[in-house]
């Protein structure tokens, strides 16, 4: 087999690789330090050089080399003097050490990262408004790199997501501010705007410049909470700036009733453009083109519980989350 191996060059019988080269048993004996030895050695053309470069002493490295030697059973270096150089089954040897090294350390890297990967469950809750954008690119490479981890996504109103955190039924959870509760801590993920859409066959598209005169006529779809903030809040300030009531305000809980009512030309509404790009694209939904003043954006943060620290699983997907949507620094909004 060592014929075979090393080419022509003669074998010892005397070699333990000579009857059964997988012997485990045998490979048992084997130093890591000795190949390393005998790598620098025939790298550096002396055992001198190999001993600095390794914190050695010279003797110590001698030694190492000797015995790898009388382990293999063939001369793998020669001396000659002050030089040394490979024999011709060094030269055979000493690639394969290599690439047994770097196996082993390759291993030793893949471990490292299998016994750092995430494990666990978290629990994510958003609004219709925030599906789009937080469950595409971010869920997908989360679950890529943590494929040991059970996610669970809770849709509900602002409401149900300030009680789940508050009761520890949600880890994380995804707002459009404003949200005025100082028990939670906010850290802002990214802006958009809020577009003005409708129906291809609502009469606005035919506006050429709108004004809040033709908007403030118009049934208004707005989403159904309890409470007075997030994208609710956003609209019923730009009523309450321009002295209106919302005429006649059409709450709607899902975003597929948003899309139905739309189309059926039933209204308009005020959205996120990541949740309507899709059908804008399509055709199915039509953005009034908006003067600056009666423009919207909305500000999209995660929230969590300051009271109870986040588990492994939910601190990476936050993670996830900034990096997706580039945010350079994590601002921390209120506490």
């Keep these: 087999v060592l014929k075979w191996f090393y080419g022509n060059q003669s074998v010892s019988k005397k070699a333990p690789f000579a009857t059964n080269l997988m012997n485990r048993s045998t490979l048992s004996h084997l130093e890591t330090s000795a190949l390393i030895a005998f790598i620098e050695v025939a790298e550096r053309g002396s055992f001198t050089a190999a001993a600095v470069a390794l914190n050695l002493s010279q003797p110590t490295i001698s030694q190492q080399v000797r015995r790898l030697e009388r382990f293999v059973g063939i001369k793998l270096l020669h001396r000659r003097s002050n030089q040394v150089y490979l024999s011709q089954a060094g030269e055979a040897f000493i690639s394969h050490c290599r690439a047994g090294l770097q196996n082993i350390e390759t291993g030793i890297d893949s471990a490292l990262r299998a016994s750092q990967a995430t494990a666990g469950k978290v629990t994510l809750g958003l609004t219709c408004f925030n599906i789009q954008r937080c469950l595409s690119n971010v869920l997908q490479r989360y679950c890529q790199q943590n494929p040991n981890v059970s996610i669970q996504i809770l849709e509900g109103v602002p ?34 705007p809020l577009l003005l859409v409708t129906g291809p066959d609502h009469p606005l598209t035919l506006v050429k410049d709108v004004t809040w005169h033709d908007i403030q006529h118009q049934p208004l779809l707005i989403p159904r909470q309890e409470t007075d903030f997030g994208i609710r809040y956003i609209i019923e300030e730009l009523y309450f700036t321009h002295q209106s009531k919302l005429n006649p305000a059409v709450e709607v809980t899902g975003c597929q009733s948003f899309q139905h009512l739309l189309g059926a030309n039933c209204g308009v509404a005020y959205l996120p453009r990541s949740q309507v790009q899709k059908d804008l694209e399509r055709g199915s939904l039509v953005d009034i083109k908006l003067p600056l003043a009666l423009s919207l954006t909305h500000k999209v943060a995660i929230a969590s519980h300051p009271k109870y620290p986040l588990n492994p699983a939910a601190k990476k997907l936050a993670e996830t989350m900034r990096k997706v949507v580039h945010l350079p620094k994590v601002q921390v909004l209120s506490k």
């Design 159 to 192: 409401g149900d997501l300030v009680q789940g955190l508050q009761n520890q039924t949600i880890d994380l959870a995804i707002f459009s501010l404003p949200v005025p509760v100082k028990l939670l801590e906010f850290e802002e993920l990214y802006e958009e």
